[in-house]
């Protein structure tokens, strides 16, 4: 599964980003985390992004661009990923379709938590508030002056995406003013057909293929040969409703080349048979 969490600074990304990690066995692909954490590094990026981030404006598309291309196509990233705080502006959106479309893969939707931007510093703060009383670190750019840019550049940049993404049909929108786990449980009820049908989607070759393999590949007499060994103690009954789940496979089995071939190599069908013996009398 993969999906992207749209929404303002502030609108729970990062939280409903960690119930679909949880939930789907995906990762979470946060580009501000990324950043932070090369920030923290001091490597180039984190030293070309630091200020830029400080002050809430967003860092050049060809830097999250160059650092989303490398994530995806790590290993655990294979099974899925949610992708919060990316993409932020339309060329970014533009060039992860290119991404994809190079891999072969493609998106399962783009949720957008819509919130009323009134609550957003009350959330920061909350947050800030938390951080602070679990003794970490708080974020260079949870500040008021900082939020102001950072919708800004959300308003200008990234709101766009909404479009964006209506147009591909891709957008889901979920009311992100909801408790927490209202936004979780809006956002299932969203995805579960993309969950059923990812979930089934493996299954059915896997067992499409068991039920074609005594046909094709060990042919039905030998499947037949073992049902009747392990009949031969039972009464034609119990016997028979043994028979029953595999009855389709094999009459279709009956009509392959499989199965005359066999039966020839044995020395013909039971008709052939008969002739030949009612010859000899
Ligand atoms: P976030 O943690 O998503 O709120 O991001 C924190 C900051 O990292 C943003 O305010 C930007 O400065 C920067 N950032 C994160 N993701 C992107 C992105 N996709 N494009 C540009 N800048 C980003």
């Known amino acids: ?38 920030v923290a590094a001091g490597t180039p990026v984190g030293l070309k992004a630091k200020e830029i981030m400080a002050r809430g404006e967003l860092v050049p598309d060809e830097v999250v661009i160059a650092i989303i291309a490398d994530r995806i196509d790590q290993a655990d ?39 009323d931007e009134g609550i957003l510093l009350k959330r920061i703060e909350t947050r800030v ?69 990812s979930a089934r989607r493996p299954r059915a070759p896997r067992r499409a ?14 499947a037949a040969k073992g049902r009747a060994k392990k009949a031969s103690g039972k009464t034609r009954k119990s016997a028979g409703k043994g028979r029953k789940a595999a009855r389709p496979a094999a009459r279709k089995g009956a009509r392959t080349g499989a199965k005359r071939g066999r039966s020839n190599g044995r020395g013909g069908t039971r008709k052939t048979r008969a002739k030949r013996l009612t010859r000899a009398r």
């Not at 293929?209 to 030998?222: L, N, V």
């Open 77 to 115: 990233a294979k099974r899925g990923f949610v992708l919060d705080g990316f993409p932020r502006t339309v060329p970014q959106a533009r060039a992860l379709d290119d991404l994809l479309a190079e891999r072969g893969l493609k998106l399962d939707a783009v949720i957008e938590l819509k919130v």
């Open 129 to 197: 508030n938390e951080m602070t009383a679990r003794g970490q670190a708080v974020r260079a750019d949870d500040n008021a002056e900082a939020l102001k840019k950072r919708l800004d550049a959300y308003r200008a940049q990234t709101a766009p995406l909404v479009d964006y993404y209506a147009g591909t049909g891709q957008l889901k929108t979920v009311d992100g003013m909801a408790v927490i786990d209202s936004v979780t449980e809006a956002i299932d009820g969203l995805l579960a057909p993309w969950a059923g049908s």
């Open 1 to 38: 599964m993969r999906l992207i969490l749209l929404g303002p600074p502030g609108a729970g990304k990062g939280t409903q980003a960690q119930r679909l990690v949880e939930k789907h066995g995906i990762v979470q692909l946060s580009t501000g985390d990324m950043l932070r954490a090369a």
């Open 209 to 222: 293929q068991r039920a074609r393999a005594p046909k094709a590949k060990t042919g039905r007499s030998r």
